[in-house]
């Protein structure tokens, strides 16, 4: 007897549409699952580069401990150790952003797998800050690439009914990857030379992603986006789906849906695009060609911009203080309780990942926000009691604690909104035809939000102080509640064809 798996339909046309009908929602996980968890390693390599970080500079500029006859770092240096990751993301972005679709998905991620190994192997061998500072950089360059293609990638390969679940999980795979560099810091913090261990656990992980991406398709949405035959896009189609597209007629239709959507786009963006944005379409800007673009542009620029801009950077720096003045931990214990916040962090991801195809998207975003505004007031309320307890040389045990209690319920609170929530929508929104652009554009905003943030929290701080500080950030919070729930649309269980039609009838 045939296996039921592979005759149920996955849509049917429905007028000028297709639609996904009744069953059609089975996954063949083995499939769907290789072209996920290969993706997701390269968000993995980078969470363990911000774990690893901090035990990085505490070993590299330990006199016992460097290893080096160059550890005296300044504190300039020390934030070029750190940042020029950052600096290396934010030009591969840019290069995605100009010809990611031309290279396509799966070459990007192997591009990031070679900088990823590359710049791993080379940090585990720097002689000097220059070499290092170098491959920082290229490792950065990988951060770029991988965070651009691996969201699009597994948004177009995944099963709709599934599609939040594994955008949401690379997220928490992220995040494991962040509990991987603070265990590596803990594990390698007290050997000689064991930084360069700790830049050197992800060459492995490197050689994995590019040994595993060498094994997939490419995406059929980019396919046929680039131009290959339906022929072609049906192949890759079988291939990441498995038995959920094992009758070949009814993969054939969608993939028809899917080739039929994008010569729908082509056909209203040439009519709603002026003379302007002909020229913007030459010069390969397509994003900017159509005001049918304007929306998902807002939805997602917003996301990556609030999710920034609402006091995580502040929050989580000043986390082993707050677990401190709470009588939690020393400070030779702060290895030890970032462990502990990674681990919580990765909890409640999984609670989003778990929830995100039940309760949806917005749901969690309004909820998990407005979570994070009342943390952020909670914390404005201690910080006034721990400067008054200090300014009367008191112990302000009590505010201490309610600062502790605070950081749990917004890094809670952000982990099953922003964390992840905000990535997957990135992933889901932009039509197919500026779906590389966009995504590469908000991983610029993304991380250029970071380090602005960075850049300007501590001139803010000295200046206002901490109590102002997160009172600004809450009064931010307020301001993302509002933008999610007036722009931000439900896409729970959409084709990524039915998101894209919402932009056709604004």
């Known amino acids: 007897m045939q296996d039921s798996r592979e005759t149920e339909p996955l849509v049917e046309r429905q007028g000028s549409e297709f639609k996904p009908v009744q069953g ?228 054939a239709a969608e993939v028809d849906e899917m080739a039929d959507n994008l010569q729908l786009a082509a056909a209203s963006s040439s009519s709603s695009s002026s003379g302007g944005g002909g020229l913007l379409s030459s010069l390969g800007l397509e994003l900017f060609s159509s005001s049918r673009y304007y929306r998902p542009l807002l939805v997602g620029m917003s996301l990556m911009l609030f999710q920034q801009i609402t006091g995580q950077p502040s929050v989580l720096y000043y986390a082993s203080q707050i677990f401190e003045r709470a009588g939690f931990a020393g400070g030779k214990d702060a290895a030890g309780v970032a462990v502990l916040l990674g681990s919580f962090k990765l909890l409640m991801t999984l609670v989003a990942v778990a929830s995100v195809d039940k309760l949806g998207r917005r749901p969690l975003l309004l909820f998990g926000v407005s979570g994070m505004v009342a943390a952020l007031l909670a914390l404005t309320a201690a910080q006034g009691g721990v400067d008054a307890a200090n300014a009367a040389a008191a112990g302000g045990t009590g505010a201490a604690w309610l600062s502790a209690g605070a950081l749990l319920l917004y890094v809670g609170c952000y982990q099953i909104s922003f964390g992840p929530i905000s990535w997957l929508i990135v992933g889901e929104v932009f039509p197919l035809a500026v779906r590389s652009q966009a995504i590469a554009l908000a991983t610029f905003v993304n991380f250029a939000s970071n380090f602005g943030v960075s850049l300007v929290l501590p001139s803010l701080q000295d200046g206002v102080g901490m109590q102002a500080t997160y009172g600004l950030f809450a009064l931010i919070g307020v301001a993302a509640v509002a933008n999610i729930y007036y722009n931000v649309p439900e896409t729970k269980n959409k084709t990524l064809e039915q998101i894209e039609a919402l932009w056709r009838k604004d």
């Open 24 to 251: 059609s929602d089975k996954v063949d996980w083995l499939a769907t699952g290789l072209c996920f968890i290969f993706p997701a390693v390269g968000g993995l390599l980078f969470g363990y580069d911000i774990g690893a970080s901090s035990g990085v500079l505490a070993s590299l500029t330990n006199p016992q401990l460097s290893g080096t006859d160059w550890y005296a770092l300044s504190s300039f240096q020390s934030g070029l150790v750190v940042s020029m990751s950052l600096l290396g993301a934010l030009l591969g972005s840019l290069i995605a952003l100009a010809s990611g679709n031309r290279l396509g998905r799966r070459t990007e991620l192997l591009m990031a797998a070679g900088l990823y190994g590359v710049g791993a192997g080379g940090l585990g061998v720097a002689g000097s800050l220059g070499p290092l500072l170098a491959c920082r950089v290229l490792y950065g360059l990988g951060i770029g690439f991988a965070m651009h293609a691996a969201p699009a990638y597994i948004a177009e390969t995944s099963p709709p009914s599934v599609r939040g679940l594994l955008i949401s999980l690379k997220e928490a795979i992220i995040v494991g990857g962040i509990l991987a560099g603070y265990f590596a810091g803990y594990t390698f913090i007290d050997e000689v030379g064991g930084w360069r261990s700790m830049y050197g656990v992800a060459a492995p992980l490197a050689l994995l992603l590019g040994v595993g991406m060498a094994t997939l398709p490419e995406s059929p949405r980019w396919l046929l986006l680039s131009g290959a035959s339906r022929q072609e896009a049906l192949a890759a189609l079988v291939r990441c789906e498995g038995r959920r597209a094992a009758d070949l007629t009814l993969a």
